[in-house]
């Protein structure tokens, strides 16, 4: 049972637990964030009014419960809103306000080599006829940034129907998709035998591509195999050896430059490892192809800053850190370009390699699984 009092001026109410929690919340807080249907338009949830409307005055004047329902009153508007004490709870913000740099939130699962036996991995055919399938398998690749898909047609273009499973394509200057296999006179390196460092894709993009999506279609050549690396766990490895040195890589911007097509031009300014402003771990973005010179690091600060730059590759280049796998015709991977970096081994010889890749947002997967989430609660209910 949860109990509420408001403090004697209006403006602090306490939502007090049996377990002795006591969860604070402004006056100003509930009044913006009143569920009536004056405030909130009922069936899409948006907001009805903005702050302007609300007086900067605002106070509770008056609170009734019964159960889990709390009815307060606003002064001077003199309008009545009714919560509910469970939905207060989970919507709390009273907690302590430090956390570490390079926090993540807790569906966020940091991982190594030893995923390998674990990897978030579905059937084609599985994932489209099984909402259960379907929606364990989107999990896995929001919990790990990573995920594989087995057993899909072994047809060009059969890559847009994995992306099909949960948002758009995300067209570029590469097309809407594009080939990955060797090239007489390549505008990418991708686009040799040359083995490749693990990397985040197109880090001159702003904003970036967060997901990528790397579909096989040929794959006897000997080599090529694929590799993934938790930049998300390989930062805080950085930081937990040195955070001086995961200091400057979160302090400062690089420069990624792309202009290996003609017409093409792409720039952007961005740290390695980005984070929020409360410290959130946000984005990685590291590719030794595309990264430009650096020019936005002080001379005193740039020999050490290259040194964490260093160490940083290091603990990417580290095998223990490392899944790696050879893609079938017909499997896929795919990946969290924010997060996971990727890289591949070289290949040569006899037999080919074909893959194709294109990119997708995450906004829409994150999505598309927040929906299935909801409907399989209600369900269960
Ligand atoms: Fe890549």
């Given at each position: 049972m949860q109990n509420a009092k408001l403090s004697e001026d209006g403006q602090i109410l306490t939502v007090l637990s049996d377990n002795g929690s006591a969860l604070r919340f402004h006056a100003i807080w509930l009044r913006d964030n009143a569920q009536d249907p004056e405030t909130r338009?009922?069936?899409?949830?948006?907001?009805?009014?903005?702050?302007?409307?609300?007086?900067?005055?605002i106070r509770m004047s008056r609170m009734d419960q019964d159960g889990s329902a709390l009815t307060l009153t606003f002064a001077p508007e003199n309008k009545t809103v009714c919560y509910d004490l469970g939905w207060l709870t989970a919507h709390t913000?009273?907690?302590?306000?430090e956390r570490t740099p390079g926090w993540r939130p807790d569906h966020i699962k940091l991982w190594d080599g030893r995923l390998a036996g674990a990897v978030p991995a579905a059937d084609f055919d599985a994932v489209h006829s099984s909402g259960d399938v379907m929606r364990n398998w989107l999990s896995g690749i929001r919990r790990y940034g990573f995920g594989k898909l087995a057993?899909?047609?072994?047809?060009?273009?059969?890559?847009l129907k994995v992306v099909d499973l949960f948002g758009y394509v995300r067209e570029t200057n590469y097309g809407k998709w594009f080939e990955v296999r060797t090239e007489v006179?390549?505008?990418?390196?991708?686009?040799?035998?040359l083995g490749l460092q693990a990397h985040t894709d197109?880090?001159?993009?702003?904003?970036?591509?967060?997901l990528q999506v790397l579909y096989c279609l040929e794959n006897s050549a000997e080599g090529g195999e694929n590799m993934v690396v938790d930049g998300f766990h390989a930062a805080e490895r950085l930081r937990q050896e040195n955070e001086h040195w995961f200091d400057l890589l979160s302090r400062h911007c690089v420069r990624f430059e792309y202009s290996?097509?003609?017409?093409v031009f792409l720039r952007s300014r961005r740290p390695m490892i980005e984070l929020a402003?409360?410290?959130?771990m946000i984005a990685i973005r590291f590719n030794n192809r595309s990264t430009?010179?650096?020019?936005?690091?002080p001379f005193d600060i740039m020999q050490e800053y290259y040194a964490a730059y260093r160490r940083l590759g290091e603990i990417i280049d580290d095998p223990a850190m490392q899944v790696s796998f050879k893609l079938e015709p017909g499997e896929s991977f795919i990946v969290d370009n924010t997060r996971v970096l990727h890289a591949r081994k070289g290949y040569s010889g006899a037999g080919s390699r074909w893959l194709q890749g294109c990119y997708a947002d995450r906004d829409g997967l994150l999505s598309t699984l927040a929906v299935m989430e909801t409907q399989s609660l209600e369900a269960a209910e």
């Open positions: 338009q009922p069936d899409n949830g948006q907001r009805l009014i903005a702050l302007r409307d609300i007086p900067d005055t913000y009273d907690r302590p306000s057993g899909g047609p072994v047809e060009s273009g059969a890559l006179k390549p505008s990418n390196l991708a686009y040799t035998g197109n880090p001159y993009r702003d904003p970036v591509p967060t290996g097509s003609d017409g402003p409360d410290g959130e430009a010179a650096i020019t936005d690091v």
